[in-house]
Structures are given as structure tokens and as C-alpha cells.
């Protein structure tokens, strides 16, 4: 059914006709009005049975659905930055017990300083925790992409983050299509566990392993991924047999075919990306996008073949390796090893920055002309950057870096300098 709604609503909609029988809610921006609509659907009776369980932080909330799932149930959460940073160990176990845990990240940056709108910064620092990602491009992505997630994470008994951008998707409204309960109960089977705490059959899960076991277990959870290399194309293919539309899959290319220069990103930004490249095709120029949805596991193969017949490819992402440069840079580089192809990486983005389409139109063209350095920070204001070095040469006790910055842009008269 097309309706106009939050996108929140939409993944909450979603949500409730996988049929969860456990959601474990903590309230965190810009992912807490997907809980609550879970909330106010199972107070209602709408969602039913299921138990919806307020708990007392981030922590305990991963901890209840790993409990929960360990248990038999089909188990759901959502959190953002530091909230997902707060659950980790628990992020971690869940992986290491191998539980088909689905959990929504609204993605927002990481403090300090205190930011709370979007950029990747908080799933990707859980790029190696063994959960798999993927990203929603539109809010009708991310309906569809839990749905697919659902399913893949019980095939495999592995859990999974649906990666949607903060504010930019979970709090705008536009027209989705939520499926009907008869479609998704044709595509998505009842949670039937490999494994399941049964006091009929008392066993202990996550007891301690020693080196003669935990290089197997880990390699086992590294080939589960490699197997939804595999059935996350095949997903989609069913997926759109069952709902008639393309959606998921692991990566998705525009106006590539004859493209010398490809943009690679990930999320909402791709949207801007594509009417920047329409406007350069206008022009005449010869250039791609490669979208990436699967960002664990990595798709190598498919992200070569996509790029390979280009002669250069610019990564524009909302991450930043500090001290090194691109995260899912790194990535895409791998992938095209040995090719000869050039490539550069764009920081944009953070913190919620606006990347307007007139920079990346300048970037583009920098990137066709190869005049990019192999490291760009898109929009960076330099002025307020050195006048900061500089302070911090001249004067030892140079203060805060934050308020400083604010002080300099004319946003804060709190910052004092020594």
C-alpha cells in the first residue's frame, strides 16, 4: 500500500509484519520513533504476540535480544552512535553465538565533541565485529532491506545491521510502499533456530574457548558471511518476484556502462550523487555511480566488475579513518588490486555536514582531470583549521578544540584562549 509517512514509520511498519516475538527499546536519536511506533503497535494489540521489553540502557537492550534469540524468539532492536557504541561487548557476542539478530542503526557521528546528526562513523567502527550491514539508499530501501534482512540472518544464524541515514531517511517523509502481511509471510518463513536454549535439552552457549577452538569459530563466522555474498543477490531476486520491485542485493550501479569515472558512496547521499552525474551527462561527461549495499560482507568481486572498465573512480564517503583516510576506501582499493586504476578518496559529510551539489560538481571534475589529492576533505573550512594549528604552536595551553572552532566560525563567545 502507498502511503506518505516517516520514514521511522515506515521501518516500525515493516517490522511489525516480519512478526517479532521480542523488541527490546532504548530510546536514542535519531532512532527512537521507530521503537516507539513498535511500542504503541504492541500496547494496542496490533502486534501480537510479542513482547516489548523497556530496558535501562544500550547495553542491556543487545544483551535482552541475545537472551531472547538464544531462546527461540525472533528478536529486533535499533540504536544510533554512542548507544550502539555503549552495547559493544554485547554486539560482539551476539556475533560470536552466531544470533539472527536484526537491528536498525540510524546512523549518526560519534563524540566528542556531542554531534547527533548523520554521518557513518558509528557502524562502521563495527565494520569487524562480524555483523553484517547493509545500507538504505531511500526509505523504501530500508522497508525492503529488513524484510531481506530477516530472512538472511536466520538462514545463516548470523545477526545484521540495516544501516538508514539519521534524520535524512528515519525523520523524512515521502511515499513508500509497505507490503501487504500476505507478502511478507510468503517471502520471510517462521523463525525456525539452529540453535535454541531448551530446558528439555540443557546445553551452555559462549563457555569459554581456548586457542585450540577460537580460530575456527571465528573463521566459520567469516564464512557465513562469504556465503551471503552468495544468497544475498538471490534474496533480492526473490524478493522481487514476491513484492515486483528491485530492491537489495549487494550493489547497484547508473549510467556506468560506457562511464570513465566512478563515484562510489553509500546511503541517502547517493540520491544527490545521481542528479549531479545526470547533470554532467548533459554536459557530456562520461561518468558512473556504483552504489554499495552489502558493506559486510564485502562484495570484492561484484565492486571490480563495476569498476574495472573505468579509468578512475573517486569514494565519497561519510567516515573517516582517522590517521589513515577512507574506511570504505580501503575496501573498494582492495577490491581493485592490481588493476591499474586510479582512484581518490572524499571525506563529506560529517557530523551532518551538507554536501551541496555544487561541490560535487567541482569534485567530479577535479577527479576526471585527476587533480584530486589522493585524500580530500570536501568543503573543509582551512582557514578555521590553520588559525587552530597556529594557536596550538603559539601557546601551549591552547584550549578546547571544539569551542575554539565555534569561537572562530563566530558561534560561541565561551571559549577562552590562554
Known amino acids: 500500500m502507498l502511503k506518505q509517512t516517516e520514514g521511522s514509520k515506515a521501518v516500525a511498519e515493516a517490522i511489525a509484519l516480519c512478526r517479532p516475538e521480542v523488541i527490546c527499546a532504548y530510546p536514542i536519536s535519531p532512532q527512537t520513533h521507530i521503537v516507539e511506533a513498535l511500542g504503541e503497535m504492541v500496547k494496542a494489540g496490533e502486534l501480537a504476540p510479542c513482547e516489548f521489553i523497556n530496558v535501562e540502557s544500550e547495553f542491556a537492550a543487545m544483551s535482552v535480544a541475545i537472551g531472547s534469540s538464544a531462546a527461540g524468539a525472533r528478536s529486533y532492536t535499533a540504536t544510533a552512535s554512542q548507544g550502539l557504541l555503549f552495547m559493544v561487548e554485547a554486539v560482539y557476542n551476539a556475533a560470536g553465538l552466531g544470533l539472527p539478530i536484526v537491528m536498525t542503526v540510524a546512523n549518526r557521528a560519534i563524540g566528542a565533541p556531542i554531534n547527533i546528526w548523520n554521518d557513518h562513523s558509528d557502524s562502521l567502527s563495527q565494520r569487524d565485529s562480524g555483523w553484517m550491514q547493509l545500507f538504505a539508499e531511500t526509505n523504501q530501501e530500508a522497508v525492503d532491506l ?46 525456525d533456530p539452529r540453535q535454541v536454549l531448551d530446558p528439555a535439552e540443557p546445553v551452555s552457549i559462549g563457555a569459554m574457548v581456548g586457542p585450540e577452538a577460537f580460530m575456527e569459530v571465528k573463521y566459520l563466522a567469516h564464512a557465513k558471511q562469504m556465503q551471503a555474498l552468495e544468497r544475498i543477490p538471490q534474496l ?41 552525474v545526470d547533470e554532467m551527462r548533459a554536459e557530456g561527461h562520461k561518468i558512473g555511480v556504483l552504489g554499495i549495499i552489502s558493506f559486510r560482507p564485502f562484495p570484492l568481486e561484484q565492486v571490480r566488475a563495476a569498476l574495472i572498465k573505468s579509468k578512475r573512480f573517486i569514494v565519497l564517503e561519510k567516515s573517516l579513518a582517522v590517521g589513515m583516510g577512507g574506511i570504505v576506501a580501503t575496501n573498494v582499493r582492495m577490491a581493485v588490486t592490481g588493476s591499474g586504476l586510479r582512484g581518490f578518496t572524499a571525506i563529506a559529510g560529517l557530523g ?63 571559549a577562552k584562549f590562554g
Open 146 to 191: 529488513h524484510i531481506q534482512a530477516f530472512r538472511l540472518a536466520e538462514e545463516l544464524s548470523m545477526p545484521i545491521m540495516v544501516c538508514m541515514d539519521g534524520f535524512i531517511l528515519t525523520h523524512a517523509f515521502e511515499r513508500v510502499d509497505i507490503p501487504a502481511q500476505e507478502q511478507v509471510d510468503a517471502y520471510l518463513p517462521p523463525f
Open 236 to 276: 533480492a531476486d526473490e524478493f522481487k518476484k514476491i513484492f515486483g520491485r528491485d530492491s537489495g542485493g549487494l550493489v547497484r550501479t547508473y549510467r556506468a556502462d560506457d562511464a570513465e569515472t566512478m563515484i562510489v558512496a553509500m546511503g541517502s547521499v547517493l540520491g544527490t550523487i545521481k542528479d549531479v
Open 352 to 414: 551532518g555536514r551538507a554536501i551541496p551539489k555544487s561541490s560535487l560538481h567541482k569534485l567530479f571534475r577535479q577527479a576526471e582531470q585527476e587533480k584530486l589529492e589522493p585524500v580530500t576533505f570536501v568543503d573543509l573550512d582551512w582557514d578555521v583549521v590553520n588559525k587552530q594549528l597556529e594557536r596550538e604552536k603559539q601557546n601551549r595551553r591552547s584550549g578546547p578544540i571544539a569551542e575554539n572552532i565555534l569561537f572562530d566560525k563566530g558561534m560561541s563567545s565561551s
